[in-house]
C-alpha cells in the first residue's frame, strides 16, 4: 500500500477538527506506525545497500539477490532455507545480509516474535558492523510497538535518541508513539517534542510530531509544552 504522508496527516487534522478524538488511535495509529517504519526501513536499507556494495564482488551475491526475489513473491519458506544456508556457507557480508533479510522475512510472515529475537540477536553480536547492529536494533524496537511493551521498546533502542546518532529520529518517534500507546502521554508528549525541537529532523517526521502533538493536546492528558 502507497502512502500520502502529506495527505494523511491533513486527514488526521480533520478528525482533530470536528473534536471527533474518541477512536482516533484506533483508527489512524496502525497507519501512523506503517508510515513511520517505511521511513526506518529506507534508512537501515541503505545501511544495508553500502554494506553490500563493499562487498559485491562476493559470488554469493546471486545467491542473496535471489532469496531477496523469493521473499518479495512471499515464497517465504523457499527464502528462509536460501538464507540460512547462506548464512551458514556465505562469504564476507553475505551471512550478516543473510540474518538480516531472514528477519524480515519472519515478520513478513506473520511471526513478530520470532523477527524480534532475530533483529536483538544481531544487534548484540559485535561481529557485525556497528551501524548494521543499530539498524537491527531499530527493527526490532518498531516491531515491539505492536508486540511488547514501552520497557521493551526502550531497551532495544533509547540509547540511539541521542544527538548526533544516525538513527535518533526514527528512535524518538518510536518510543513516542509506545509512551502514547502505553497511556503515557507526558512522556510521548517529550519524546515527540524532541523531534519538532531537533532542526535537523527530516521534514516528514517533525509533521507526524507535530500530528501526535496536537492529539495528545486534545486528549487533554497531558499539558500543553510552554513556549
Known amino acids: 500500500m502507497a502512502f500520502n504522508d502529506d ?3 491533513r486527514e488526521v487534522n480533520e478528525e482533530l477538527r470536528s473534536d471527533q478524538m474518541k477512536g ?6 496502525r497507519y501512523i506506525i506503517v508510515v513511520a517504519i517505511l521511513i526506518v526501513v529506507g534508512t537501515a536499507g541503505k545501511v544495508l545497500y553500502e554494506y553490500w556494495d563493499d562487498t559485491r564482488s562476493s559470488g554469493a ?3 542473496f539477490l535471489a532469496a531477496m526475489k523469493l521473499a518479495d513473491e512471499n515464497k517465504n519458506d523457499e527464502a528462509l532455507a ?3 544456508k547462506l548464512e551458514k556457507e556465505g562469504h564476507g557480508a553475505y551471512p550478516v545480509l543473510a540474518r538480516m533479510r531472514a528477519a524480515t522475512v519472519q515478520a513478513q510472515k506473520g511471526d513478530a516474535a520470532a523477527a524480534i529475537a532475530a533483529f536483538n540477536e544481531i544487534g548484540k553480536d559485535n561481529g557485525v558492523p556497528a551501524a548494521v547492529r543499530d539498524a537491527a536494533k531499530m527493527r526490532a524496537g518498531w516491531l515491539l510497538i505492536e508486540n511488547g511493551s514501552y520497557e ?9 535518541a541521542v544527538p548526533g546518532n544516525a ?5 524518538r518517534e518510536a518510543l513516542g508513539l509506545a509512551s502514547y500507546k502505553a ?5 510521548a508528549r517529550q519524546w515527540f517534542q524532541s523531534i519538532v525541537d ?3 529532523s527530516p521534514r516528514n517526521v517533525t509533521n507526524r510530531a507535530h500530528m501526535m502533538l496536537d492529539l495528545i493536546t486534545a486528549s487533554g492528558k497531558a499539558p500543553a509544552a510552554q513556549g
Not at 24 to 29: D, E, I, K, N, P
Not at 167 to 171: C, D, E
Not at 183 to 187: D, F, I, K, L, Y
Request: proline share 0%; aromatic share 10%; glycine share 8%.
Open 61 to 63: 551475491g546471486d545467491q
Open 82 to 84: 536460501a538464507l540460512d
Open 152 to 160: 521493551q521498546v526502550s531497551a532495544a533502542i533509547e540509547e540511539m
Open 167 to 171: 538513527f535518533r529520529h526514527s528512535a
Open 198 to 200: 531537533d532542526t535537523d
Open 7 to 9: 495527505s494523511f496527516i
Open 24 to 29: 482516533v488511535w484506533r483508527r489512524f495509529g
Open 183 to 187: 497511556g503515557n502521554m507526558a512522556q
